[in-house]
């Protein structure tokens, strides 16, 4: 919990038998992406805005807001993802191997300093969890 | 804050408790200051004292706060460790990404070249 915000990243690696042509449809057309990941407003044009939607819970809305930040066919794709007052980045990358692709999923920016202020003051959620972080500081 | 993820039951219960104001308030400040009875927090939080004892109520269900009766005074405190669900958020994604991943390809297989 200490660490600096920048480093914070969750990578998840696959190798998947199918061409990377096929994981990018699976990745970037919205009833597709519906099928894996959530209900949606994607679509594949840098600067689009759109939203995931999920099944509300309580103290969450259910919707993550992003926009799509690169689209390189068959091979990157990157947008952002904003929900509970912060805001995080997630990038795929393609790789073509000689069974399939290797797939690679980055998501980065956890928490970082400046998105705490500008949201926090936002939700009034990320200034109570960083204080919260610095009160539970001695757990594991 | 993702449907169908480990631990999220005990999450829910967490955010649910804190998404109101007043009750983050409460909690900061008896995380802040140390154990406190309901009219010390009932000063301080700005609405009545049932109010304050139902929001109490609300915290110590997701177990964010204990109660320790002593004579006819309650005495509450913070359990922080209820929050390492909530903060720990890569290890929500983790398990929620590689739960997609598991969805995206099953997708995969029944989908056309």
């Known amino acids: 919990m200490t660490e600096p915000a920048a480093s914070r990243a969750l990578v998840i690696e696959r190798e998947m038998p199918h061409p990377p042509e096929k994981i990018w449809r699976a990745l970037t057309q919205g009833p597709l992406i519906e099928e894996w990941l959530m209900k949606n407003d994607f679509q594949p044009v840098v600067g689009h805005h759109f939203s995931f939607r999920s099944t509300p819970v309580p103290g969450w809305n259910g919707v993550i807001d992003s926009e799509v930040l690169v689209i390189e066919p068959n091979s990157r794709l990157s947008y952002s993802w904003g929900t509970m007052g912060t805001t995080t980045l997630v990038t795929w990358t393609l790789t073509p191997t000689k069974s399939g692709t290797h797939v690679r999923m980055e998501q980065s920016g956890f928490r970082s ?3 705490a202020a500008y949201k926090g003051a936002k939700y009034g ?6 204080n919260m972080e610095r009160i539970a500081g001695g757990l594991d | ?15 649910a408790a804190l998404a109101d104001p007043t009750r983050r308030a409460i909690f900061e400040h008896l995380a802040r200051d140390g154990e ?7 000063a301080r939080a700005g609405v009545s004292q049932p109010a304050v004892s139902k929001h109490l109520g609300i915290l110590k269900h997701a177990r964010l706060v204990r109660d320790r009766r002593e004579g006819r005074k309650t005495h509450y405190s913070a359990q922080p460790q209820a929050l390492k669900p909530m903060l720990d958020w890569m290890g929500m994604y983790a398990a929620f990404w590689h739960d997609r991943f598991d969805h ?3 997708l995969l297989k029944r989908m056309d070249q």
């Open chain 1, 113 to 115: 300093e400046e998105d």
């Open chain 1, 125 to 130: 959620w990320t200034k109570f969890i960083g």
């Open chain 2, 1 to 15: 804050m993702i449907p169908a993820m480990p631990a999220q039951v005990a999450t829910d219960h967490v955010f």
């Open chain 2, 36 to 42: 406190q009875n309901v009219r010390a927090l009932t």
């Open chain 2, 104 to 106: 995206l390809e099953s």
